[in-house]
């Protein structure tokens, strides 16, 4: 095999993306590798032996503010107008998610307006100054009833370990909706590509300057193939070969 530009380490997003844009805008030879024995990391779907559409690692929903990403995403595969939108299940009842005004009506059943709901969770949050931990920061923002029902259990299933155990961050990530939009995200450009993510990673390598090793660590990489400089999106812990462990 010969020498390349590049060795970019990941085979998802940031790594083929890279891939495409050093190859097409610098000319410039890529080999690209992943471990799994498939492209697009964790956004890989296919075609069941029954005929459904699965997505291997779970649904990816795409979505930007950004018209320059929305227009380079374009270039690869065509968008469906697929908006996403959450229920949660609560005693027997449906939810929309994220918490919105339509969400707290129902389960408190009440009639709030826009203008009423921020001063309706001000009443019902238990303040605290520094949350360390997700379940605090949860019961910062909207109060113990609506952490219990829509974020304990939640985070517990997703994440294996109760949120008292959790960064804050973890379930800031979730707004908190001040009206009565119910879709899970508010960007501008929403959709899933046609023919499915496996397809646009494929149509986004095929370049000239860019070959996919699959199946293929970094560290057999390193003394299989010549290269002068290395992209690594993988898990950093292995990178330096778990000196610390993982």
Not at 195 to 203: E, I, P, Q, S, V
Request: with cysteine; aromatic share 14%.
């Amino acid at each position: 095999m010969s020498a390349y530009d590049w060795l970019i380490v990941g085979c998802g997003f940031t790594g083929a993306t890279l891939a495409e844009r050093i190859a097409t805008e610098l000319d410039q030879r890529v080999l690209i590798i992943d471990r799994r024995g498939h492209i697009a990391g964790n956004a890989h779907d296919f075609v069941h032996d029954s005929g459904l559409f699965v997505g291997k690692y779970g649904a990816h929903i795409f979505h930007t503010n950004s018209e320059r990403v929305w227009d380079f995403v374009r270039r690869f595969a065509r968008f469906s107008d697929y908006t996403h939108r959450v229920a949660a299940h609560v005693n027997g009842l449906s939810y929309s998610l994220p918490l919105n005004l339509n969400t707290v009506n129902s389960f408190f059943n009440t009639r709030l307006s826009e203008d009423d709901l921020p001063h309706f969770l001000e009443e019902k949050r238990i303040p605290i100054i520094r949350p360390s931990n997700a379940e605090e920061a949860v019961l910062n923002k909207v109060g113990r009833e609506l952490y219990e029902a829509f974020y304990r259990n939640y985070t517990k299933k997703q994440w294996g370990i109760d949120p008292a155990y959790l960064d804050p961050s973890v379930t800031m990530r979730l707004p908190v909706r001040m009206n009565s939009d119910e879709r899970y995200f508010s960007d501008r450009w929403q959709g899933m590509p046609v023919g499915g993510y496996t397809k646009l990673f494929a149509n986004m390598l095929n370049n000239k300057n860019i070959d996919v090793l699959l199946n293929t660590d970094y560290s057999e990489a390193v003394g299989l193939v010549k290269f002068k400089k290395v992209i690594y999106t993988g898990n950093i812990d292995d990178y330096f070969g778990n000196v610390y462990g993982k």
